[in-house]
C-alpha cells in the first residue's frame, strides 16, 4: 500500500436493505435493516505509475480490522481519456486456483442484487465543487478568484468535469449551481455574484449583517465574522451534504486565511474527518497569489509603533502568520488527499490541478460485518488477488470513524462514552462552542487562567426524552502541556430546570461555563467537551495557548491579558460553577465590587450596553507601587473613532505587586460596525509601555 494520499479517497453510505422472507404458516418475515455500505475508492497503478483498468470484483481481497469482507461490487470509472500508454488488464490474465477466489459476482456480470448507489448521471465524471467563501474573501481577492474560474471554465474545463459552485456568506452555505458541464451556466453564476458584489460595493459597503438570532445569543452574522471554526463548520457541513455520492469529489476552496493557532482545532480535525468520511479532496487555493508585502505593512493600515518596528519583529510575525496559514491550506489537502495550491498568481491553475489529480479509480463496495455504533476507527486494507499483487501499487484511504449510537447507552456505557470522547481522533462538534483563555500572574512562578466557555441556549430547548423538563450538560476541562501530559483537569454538571418559561428565556440566552486553574509558564494545549445527558449530543473545543514568563520581560511594561466584557453580575446570578485551582487567600481578579465580570468569548458587543475592560500590570522589581496611565482607543478603517479619557492607577496588590486597570467605555459612543480595539498602558517613572490590541464588533 503506498502512501500518496493524492490518489486516496473512500465514502460510508448508510443504506436501508430490508429483506422479506417467505411468510410461512405461524412464521414472521425476517428484516434486514439499516446495512452499512462502505464504498472505497481504490487507484490501481502499475510500476510505472500509469493506472490499470478492466480489473472486476475478483481481483481485489479487502480486511476491516483483519476480517476479511465480501465484495459486492467494482466498477472501474474512467474519465474522457486516460493518461497516455495506460495499461489495460485483458481478459488473457491466467486464471487463479478457485479456492483463492472470493465468492462475489464480478464487475460486468449480474448486478441486479447489488445495485451501486448514487446517481448513474456521475458514473465516470469528475464530479468538482468550487466553494468561495465569500466572506473571508477581501475585495481584490474577490475578484481575481472570479477571473480564475472564467479562465478555467474557458480553457481547462474538460467533457469529463461536472462543477458546481457553492458560496459562504452572511453565515449560510448556499449551492448556486448543481453539478453541470454547461459552461454558460457556470459563467452566468460567476457573473451573478460579481455584479452582486459591485452593487454592494457601490452601495457604500456599510456594515451588515445577518439580523437572525445567532446560536451564541448574538446575531450569526457578527459571531461568524470572527470565529474561523464557523467557516470550518460550514465547510464540513458541505462536504457532509456531498457524501450521498459515492464517487470522488474534488472541493477546490477559495477563502481568506485560515489560523489554526487561535480558533479550535477539534473543529479543523472534524471538518477533515468529514471530507474523508464523504469521498471529499480538499485542495485550498490562496487567492492572494504572488505577493511582495512591505516589512511594516502596506497603505492599509496605520504605521506600527514600538520597539519591535526597529528589531525586525514585526516583519517576522508577518511571515511567521503568513507561513502558518500556508501550513493549514497544506494540511487540509495532504490529509484528504487533494492539492495546494500557493504563490501562483494563476488561480485557474490550482483547480485544473485538482481536476487533473483525479484519475480512473475503481468504486468498490462492501457491507461492514461490524455493526457497532461505537464511534471507533476501523482499519481498512485493500490488495489485489494472485499474480497481480506483485505487478501493481493500490492506494487507497486506510480506515474510517464508525458511527455513533446514544439511544441504546446504559449509564456505564455513557460515562465510558464520555471518557473516550476526550482521546476521540475525530472530535465530535455537534454543539457550537467559542472558548476564550486569560491569564493573570499570582507568583513569580504561577499564573492563573480563567477560561469561559459559551454555548448556544438552544440546545436547551430540544426535545427531551420523556417529556423530561430538567436539562444536564456535562462539562470536561482538560489542560495538558507541549509535550501531552494532562497538568490540570476539571469535571462540572451544569444543571438546568426548564419550564415553559425558562425554556423561552433559554432560547435567547447563551450558556456561560468558566473554569480556573493554576499554571506554570509554558506552553499547553486545553481541550473542553460538552455532552447534553438527555440527547447526547456533544461538543468538543480544542485550543494551543502559551502562558509566558513575564519575570523575563526587561523592555516592556508586563501586562495580563485583556478581558472585555458587557456584564458584571454577583456571583449568585451566574449560571456556571467556577473551580479555582490555586490557593484560598488569591482573590478571583475577575470579581471587584461584589460582582462578576463575565468575558465576552466572541468580542461583539451591543452599542447601548457600557463596554468593560479589565487587565493588569505587573511591577515585581519595585519596592513600591509606580503609578501607570491607561486609556482605551478604536480605530475603524484605519483612523480613530474613540479615545478614552486616561485614568490613572497608583493602587496594587502588595502580594502579587500587580496594579488593576479597569475602563469603561460609556453606551452610545461607538457606532455600529467593525473596529480595531487598542489598550495602552504607560509606566513613566518605569519608562515602559504595554500596548494590546485585538478586533471587536458593535451591533445595535
Not at 175 to 188: E, H, M
Not at 369 to 392: F, H
Not at 579 to 590: E, F, G, H, S, Y
Amino acid at each position: 500500500m503506498t502512501s500518496r494520499l493524492v490518489t486516496i479517497a473512500f465514502i460510508v453510505a448508510v443504506t436501508q436493505a430490508w429483506t422479506f422472507a417467505r411468510q410461512q404458516p405461524g412464521q414472521s418475515p425476517a428484516f434486514r435493516a439499516s446495512t452499512l455500505l462502505i464504498v472505497q475508492n481504490v487507484v490501481v497503478t502499475d510500476k510505472q505509475g500509469k493506472p490499470i483498468g478492466g480489473l472486476t470484483a475478483r481481483d481485489f481481497l479487502l480486511t476491516e480490522d483483519g476480517v476479511p469482507q465480501t465484495i459486492a461490487f467494482a466498477e472501474y470509472q474512467q474519465f474522457d481519456a486516460p493518461p497516455l500508454g495506460a495499461t489495460e488488464i485483458t481478459p488473457s490474465v491466467p486464471a487463479r486456483p478457485a479456492s483463492t477466489l472470493p465468492s462475489v459476482t464480478a464487475v460486468g456480470e449480474s448486478l441486479n442484487a447489488v445495485p451501486l448507489p448514487g446517481d448513474s448521471r456521475y458514473r465516470g465524471k469528475r464530479l468538482i465543487v468550487l466553494y468561495l467563501d465569500l466572506q473571508a474573501l477581501s475585495f481584490f481577492n474577490e475578484y481575481r478568484v472570479y477571473a480564475g474560474v472564467r479562465k478555467y471554465l474557458d480553457t481547462d474545463m474538460t467533457a469529463a468535469d461536472l462543477v458546481s459552485v457553492v458560496v459562504y456568506q452572511n453565515g449560510r452555505v448556499r449551492v448556486k449551481q448543481d453539478f453541470t458541464d454547461d459552461r454558460d451556466a457556470l459563467g452566468a453564476v460567476i457573473d451573478t455574484l460579481e455584479q452582486e458584489s459591485i452593487e454592494a460595493e457601490q452601495g457604500g459597503g456599510g456594515f451588515d449583517y445577518d439580523p437572525g438570532g445567532g446560536a451564541f445569543g448574538e446575531d450569526a452574522g457578527t459571531f461568524n465574522m470572527f470565529a474561523m471554526d464557523r467557516r470550518l463548520a460550514a465547510l464540513q457541513t458541505t462536504v457532509s451534504n456531498l457524501g450521498a455520492l459515492p464517487e470522488r469529489k474534488t472541493l477546490v476552496y477559495f477563502g481568506g486565511a485560515i489560523d489554526a493557532g487561535v480558533e479550535n482545532l477539534a473543529q479543523l480535525r472534524a471538518t477533515v474527518n468529514a471530507a474523508v468520511r464523504a469521498n471529499v479532496t480538499l485542495n485550498p487555493v490562496d487567492p492572494a497569489g504572488l505577493t511582495a508585502s512591505a516589512p511594516l505593512g502596506n497603505a492599509t493600515r496605520p504605521s506600527p509603533g514600538g520597539t519591535a518596528m526597529f528589531s525586525g519583529q514585526i516583519a517576522q510575525r508577518a511571515v511567521t502568520r503568513q507561513q502558518s496559514q500556508q501550513d493549514v491550506y497544506y494540511s487540509l489537502a495532504k490529509d484528504t488527499g487533494g492539492v495546494a495550491t500557493f504563490n501562483n498568481n494563476d488561480l485557474s491553475m490550482g483547480i485544473a490541478q485538482a481536476a487533473q489529480a483525479v484519475t480512473g479509480y475503481y468504486m468498490v463496495g462492501y457491507y461492514t460485518t461490524n455493526s457497532a455504533k461505537d464511534g471507533k476507527y476501523r482499519r481498512v486494507k485493500v490488495t489485489l488477488n494472485g499474480t497481480l499483487a506483485a505487478g501493481a501499487d493500490v492506494s487507497y484511504r486506510p480506515g474510517y470513524y464508525g458511527a455513533k449510537e446514544w439511544a441504546k447507552f446504559n449509564s456505564y456505557d455513557k460515562e465510558r462514552h464520555l471518557e473516550e470522547a476526550l482521546r476521540l481522533e475525530d472530535p465530535v462538534t455537534e454543539i457550537p462552542m467559542a472558548v476564550e483563555v486569560n491569564y493573570f500572574q499570582i507568583s513569580s512562578v504561577e499564573y492563573f487562567i480563567p477560561i469561559s466557555v459559551r454555548m448556544p441556549g438552544g440546545e436547551l430547548t430540544r426535545p427531551r426524552p420523556g417529556g423530561d423538563t430538567k436539562a444536564v450538560i456535562d462539562m470536561i476541562a482538560e489542560v495538558k502541556d507541549e509535550y501531552g501530559v494532562t497538568m490540570r483537569n476539571s469535571r462540572d454538571k451544569l444543571e438546568f430546570s426548564l419550564d415553559a418559561a425558562a425554556t423561552a428565556e433559554a432560547a435567547r440566552r447563551p450558556i456561560q461555563y468558566e473554569a480556573g486553574f493554576s499554571v506554570l509558564p509554558g506552553n499547553y494545549v486545553i481541550k473542553v467537551l460538552a455532552r447534553d445527558q438527555a440527547t447526547g449530543r456533544m461538543g468538543t473545543f480544542i485550543r494551543k495557548f502559551v502562558v509566558p514568563n513575564l519575570e523575563r520581560e526587561k523592555v516592556r511594561l508586563p501586562i495580563s491579558t485583556v478581558v472585555l466584557s458587557t456584564q458584571r453580575v454577583p456571583p449568585a446570578e451566574t449560571l456556571y460553577s467556577v473551580r479555582q485551582k490555586i490557593d484560598a487567600t488569591v482573590a478571583n481578579p475577575l470579581m471587584h465590587d461584589g460582582l462578576k465580570l463575565i468575558p465576552s468569548v466572541t468580542r461583539t458587543f451591543s452599542a447601548g450596553q457600557p463596554l468593560y475592560i479589565f487587565l493588569q500590570a505587573y511591577q515585581r522589581d519595585a519596592e513600591a507601587v509606580r503609578p501607570v496611565v491607561a486609556f482605551v482607543t478604536f480605530y475603524r478603517d484605519g483612523a480613530k473613532a474613540y479615545e478614552s479619557e486616561a485614568a490613572a492607577v497608583d493602587a496594587w496588590d502588595p502580594k502579587t505587586k500587580a496594579l488593576p486597570i479597569r475602563l469603561r467605555v460609556p453606551a452610545g459612543q461607538l457606532e455600529p460596525g467593525p473596529y480595531d480595539c487598542q489598550v495602552t498602558v504607560l509606566d513613566p517613572a518605569g519608562d515602559r509601555t504595554a500596548f494590546w490590541r485585538a478586533p471587536i464588533l458593535v451591533v445595535r
